[in-house]
């Protein structure tokens, strides 16, 4: 059994460009889901999954991502002098331990890669360290990180979430070169950064959820530039197949692509029809603009 990765790394360095405005003075990542913002569900995600150490690595125009995880004393004072308790435990129950977040900057936006070799000091070098992209948002029962994580104290080396995408896609994510597939587990002989759809070697796609082992840190040493001149994370894991075996874990749960718009938005419908105390607002709100479109109707008339 290989032990269970502790630390955890979020890239939180993007500029978030698919949003202007409204990411001209706010990070992307505190773009919110309902009412909790994109980075809080990553950091949970991490939490339940067992991880006890946060690595943000952040940018320029990133601090509202530290107040965030920040005590905000004034804050909790005027919540609990006005009785309201839910709120003030939704604000609590968030907070990670003093000396349990760290955060560390990326100078230059590099790539992925760049942004997770940026935390290399900040890691033990002999253990597994997981990265989670806060743009991919899931929905599952048992947290997608906790589902991975169990399947790699079995099998060890490199692990990433995957799910087969549309072939015109692939030139959006990181594509396995597949050898073998067991149960939700499929091993990879190679990956590609971002292919043309008809040089993909699959449609099986990495979304943002990886267990690194550390040999991935010394081909990150390296600093070479792959796809869009960028230092990618795929190629630096690419590099040690061989040396190191690769995974892909087809997880349960619904993956919802933040780091588009109707992504976002589709991952703010059905997390509001996840919530008791919306679903039954939400389903007459959706029901009545379900109608219009398709009777061509203006639903703002109604
Ligand atoms: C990154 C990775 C890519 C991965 C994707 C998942 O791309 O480079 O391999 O498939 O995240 O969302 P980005 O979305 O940052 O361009």
């Known amino acids: 059994m290989r032990r269970p990765p502790r630390t955890a790394i979020f890239p939180v360095g993007g500029l978030g460009t698919r949003f202007l405005p409204a990411t001209k003075a706010m990070p992307k990542e505190m773009l919110p889901v309902v009412d909790k913002p994109l980075i809080q569900y990553a950091v949970e995600e991490a939490r339940a999954s067992g991880i006890e150490e946060f690595i943000f690595v952040t940018g320029r125009g990133k601090t509202a991502i530290e107040d965030h995880f920040d005590h905000g004393a004034e804050l909790s ?109 499929t091993a990879a002989k190679g990956l590609v950064e971002k292919p043309a759809p008809e040089a993909a070697p699959s449609t099986l796609s990495i979304i943002g959820r990886y267990i690194l082992d550390p040999s991935v840190f010394v081909e990150l040493d390296r600093q070479e530039a792959g796809a869009g001149g960028e230092i990618q994370l795929t190629d630096a894991i690419a590099r040690t197949i061989g040396r190191e075996p690769f995974h892909g874990l087809r997880f349960d749960g619904r993956r919802f692509d933040c780091g588009n718009k109707a992504g976002f938005l589709e991952a703010n419908i059905a997390f509001a029809l996840a919530r008791d105390d919306l679903r039954e607002d939400m389903t007459a709100i959706l029901g009545r603009y379900a109608k219009a479109c398709q009777s061509g109707e203006d639903a703002l008339a109604k």
Not at 140 to 155: F, G, N, R, S
């Open 77 to 185: 004072n005027a919540l609990s002098a006005r009785g309201k308790e839910a709120e003030l435990r939704a604000v609590q129950d968030m907070m990670l331990e003093p000396g349990q977040v760290a955060y560390i900057r990326q100078q230059e936006p590099l790539g992925l890669g760049h942004a997770v070799w940026c935390a290399r000091r900040l890691i033990r070098g002999d253990e597994a360290v997981a990265v989670l992209l806060a743009d991919d948002l899931v929905m599952a029962k048992e947290p997608c990180l906790k589902q991975m994580i169990d399947a790699y104290v079995t099998v060890g080396g490199n692990m990433a979430a995957v799910m087969d995408v549309p072939r015109e896609e692939t030139n959006r994510y990181g594509i396995l070169d597949v050898v073998g597939e067991e149960g939700k587990l």
